[in-house]
């Protein structure tokens, strides 16, 4: 099935500075990509998605871009704030057929952002 | 704009007792989810129930069981709970274009 590899954390910025979180996947085609963002004590919810080579997914002033050559979706924000503190997730579905509706998830990337 | 709910946001329970997880969604999705969420383990999948009373095993399904028995309700059951089942617990849904809806999350102390 398919797979992701997401950058280990934890990720420690200054308020205003560039994000860079690295995702790389193995997939047969080309599925959907996505980010989740887990704040503090909540749940996951969707930040952005890509659903084909060369979209670029964006939210929140957080974008990434799908790049099927190099089988990467960074995640990446030019100015980061405090309250973007939290756990990234990179995710794509886990198998090729229609019929399986499951994700796989890569292990999370913890960001602090300090004032 | 509720779309998953969770029974409990913090329960605590003795080692032994029965646990019933409780999980509505408002989306009419088919598919839900159970996940337990771990510091360092990342999430894990524990059960999938893809229709009414249909039900998958996950990759860490032992001492949990499941019940779909309606289309919104997705219930996770710790028939024993133990001390290694004290977790964060995580119900999601799934549309067809595979973006994923979270509840919020149970945390669940088993002392």
């Known amino acids: 099935g398919n797979s992701v590899t997401q950058m280990e954390g934890p990720v420690t910025l200054s308020e205003e500075a560039f994000l860079t979180i690295n995702c790389t996947y193995t997939?047969?085609?080309?599925?959907?990509l996505f980010w989740y963002v887990q704040y503090p004590g909540e749940g996951l919810q969707l930040l952005l998605k890509a659903t084909k080579a060369d979209d670029k997914g964006s939210n929140k002033g957080f974008e990434a871009t799908y790049r099927k050559e190099t089988t990467s979706f960074h995640l990446e924000k030019g100015s980061v704030q405090v309250s973007d503190s939290a756990v990234y997730f990179c995710?794509?579905?886990?198998?090729?057929?229609?019929?399986?509706?499951?994700?796989?998830f890569g292990k999370g990337t913890l960001l602090t952002v300090n004032p | 704009d509720v779309k998953v709910t969770q029974s409990s946001r913090y329960l605590v329970k003795r080692t032994g007792e029965k646990v019933f997880l409780e999980c509505v969604q408002d989306?009419?999705?088919?598919?839900m989810f159970w996940y337990r969420q771990d510091p360092g383990l990342g999430l894990r999948l524990i059960y999938f129930s893809y229709d009414v009373k249909m039900k998958e095993k996950g990759d860490i399904p032992e001492g949990y069981s499941v019940s779909r028995e309606k289309k919104e309700r997705f219930s996770l059951i710790l028939e024993s709970a133990s001390t290694n089942q004290t977790s964060m617990y995580l119900c999601a849904s799934i549309s067809y274009s595979y973006e994923q809806y979270f509840g919020p999350g149970t945390r669940l102390t088993v002392t």
């Open positions: 997939a047969t085609g080309y599925p959907s």
């Open positions: 995710a794509l579905p886990k198998g090729s057929g229609g019929s399986n509706y499951k994700l796989t």
């Open positions: 989306m009419d999705h088919e598919n």
